[in-house]
């Protein structure tokens, strides 16, 4: 004769629980909370494109740029810079900017189209003709590149006969 068998209440009833120590549990709560955290941040707005504008004065001139502070790749970004000078211009303007940071960008081009450009080791030459009043702006049409990663400082100067009058720093984040 055969022993009884006893019939289970449920498929699982012979699976083995797993011991769990309280590390691991601390350990998972901890990566809920950031990943929570990550999310929050990129439901309020924190991690997408953010501009910044920066200004500045010396030297007859006021500078104002608006320029992507945080960016993605792939997205586009303003860039645009007032250049403003007490009595208004008379020469061609010559802006100065970093090469290197604008290596991140994809560029559609700069309005208005500058009169000249040149460059050295590290620097970009663009000479604008100068526009009527005391205003010039400076536009570049761009977005950051789908293969950039990380992001760059950069600067931009207005330079009168070889000389950096005036220069405004500034650095571009870029998140995943």
């Given at each position: ?25 601390w ?16 439901a ?6 953010r ?18 502070q945080?960016?993605?790749a ?8 007032t250049?403003?000078?007490?009595g ?5 303007v ?17 309005t ?33 590149q ?17 000389v ?13």
């Amino acid at each position: 004769m055969r022993p009884a068998t006893r019939i289970p209440d449920s498929v699982l009833d012979d699976v083995r629980g797993s011991a769990r120590s309280p590390a691991v549990a601390w350990l998972r709560r901890g990566a809920v909370t950031v990943l929570a955290v990550i999310v929050a941040l990129g439901a309020v707005g924190l991690l997408g494109v953010r501009s910044a504008t920066v200004h500045t004065s010396g030297g007859g001139y006021e500078l104002t740029l608006t320029y992507p502070q945080v960016a993605r790749a792939g997205l586009d970004v303003p860039w645009d810079l007032t250049v403003r000078k007490a009595g208004g211009f008379t020469e061609p303007v010559v802006i100065v900017v970093e090469s290197e940071y604008f290596d991140m960008f994809e560029t559609q081009g700069w309005t208005p189209e500058p009169s000249a450009e040149t460059s050295d080791a590290s620097r970009t030459y663009m000479t604008v003709d100068p526009p009527p009043g005391d205003t010039l702006t400076l536009g570049f049409d761009a977005y950051i590149q789908p293969s950039s990663q990380l992001g760059h400082s950069g600067s931009v100067s207005v330079s009168e006969r070889g000389v950096d009058v005036i220069t405004l720093e500034f650095t571009t984040w870029l998140v995943p």
